[in-house]
C-alpha cells in the first residue's frame, strides 16, 4: 500500500476507536516519575496490580528517583510484590533511578532538552528498558512524539490485513509515524486506545460480531462472511 491509503485508514481506526471507547486519558499516574516507574512495572503485569504496588510505594513514601536509589533493594522488592517479578523489578527501578540521577539530576526538563532519539538510545542501554518501555517513556513521561507498539498493537493491525504477522517492532512504529503527524496527544490516545481495544473486543478471540473495524478488517469480513 502506498503511504496514502494507510495515512487514510490509520486515521479512520482511530476516529472510530475513539467514537467507541471513549478518551481514555493516559497515562494514569501522578507526575513523570511515577509515569517511568508504571511504565516498567506494567511488564507482564495487569494495570491492577501495578497500581497496587504503585500505591505501596506512594505509602511508603518512596515514589522519588531519589528515595529508589537510597533505599535497600530488598525492601523496594517487598513493596513491588503485588506487581510480579519483583526481584528483577526492584533492580530495574534503582538502574532507572540511578540513569536519572547520573545523567539528568533527577529532572524531567533536562529530559525533556535531549534530542529524542539520542535519549531513546540511552534509555535503551538501562538494563529493564526495551523498545516498548523506552517508548512509553518518552512519549507519557518525558512528552515526545514517539508511537508505542505493543503486542495489542501487532495482533489488531496484523488482523486487519496492515501488517504482516510478523512485522517488527520498529517497521510498525515507522508505519504510524509516517504516516500520523507527531502529536503527542494523539499518539497517547491511540496507544491507549488500541490497549483498550485488544482487551475488550480484539481479544485472543476476537469478538468480530462487535467491533467498530469489522468492515474495514480482512478478519473481521472473513469471519462475519461479509
Ligand atoms: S473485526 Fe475482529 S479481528 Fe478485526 S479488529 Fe475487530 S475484533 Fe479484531
Redesign the pocket.
Known amino acids: 500500500m502506498d503511504a496514502k491509503p494507510h495515512r487514510d485508514l490509520l486515521e479512520e481506526l482511530y476516529e472510530r476507536l475513539l467514537e467507541f471507547h471513549g478518551p481514555q486519558h493516559w497515562w494514569p499516574g501522578d507526575g513523570w516519575f511515577e509515569i517511568m516507574v508504571g511504565a516498567v512495572l506494567t511488564q507482564a503485569a495487569s494495570w491492577k496490580n501495578v497500581e497496587m504496588a504503585l500505591g505501596n510505594l506512594k505509602a511508603a513514601g518512596v515514589l522519588s528517583p531519589e528515595s529508589i536509589r537510597r533505599m535497600d533493594g530488598d525492601e523496594l522488592a517487598a513493596l513491588l510484590y503485588p506487581s510480579g517479578y519483583y526481584n528483577s523489578k526492584a533492580k530495574k527501578l534503582k538502574s532507572l533511578a540511578q540513569f536519572i540521577g547520573d545523567r539528568f539530576s533527577d529532572s524531567v526538563e533536562r529530559l525533556k532538552e535531549k534530542d529524542v532519539l539520542m535519549l531513546r538510545e540511552e534509555l535503551l542501554g538501562i538494563h529493564g528498558v526495551g523498545r516498548e518501555t523506552a517508548d512509553a517513556i518518552l512519549l507519557y513521561a518525558v512528552g515526545k512524539a514517539r508511537f508505542v507498539v505493543d503486542n495489542y498493537t501487532k495482533?489488531?493491525l496484523s488482523?486487519?490485513g496492515a501488517i504482516e504477522k510478523d512485522a517488527s517492532y520498529s517497521s510498525i512504529q515507522r508505519l504510524f509515524e509516517e504516516n500520523l503527524a507527531p502529536e503527542i496527544e494523539k499518539y497517547s490516545e491511540y496507544h491507549a486506545l488500541l490497549v483498550r481495544?485488544g482487551n475488550s473486543?480484539?481479544?485472543t478471540k476476537?469478538?468480530?460480531d462487535?467491533?467498530?473495524?469489522?468492515d474495514?478488517?480482512?478478519?473481521?469480513?472473513r469471519?462475519?462472511g461479509t
Not at 216 to 221: F, I, Q, V
Open positions: 495482533r489488531i488482523r486487519i481495544h473486543v480484539c481479544t476476537p469478538t468480530c462487535r467491533c467498530c473495524l469489522a474495514l478488517c480482512e478478519t473481521g469480513r469471519a462475519l
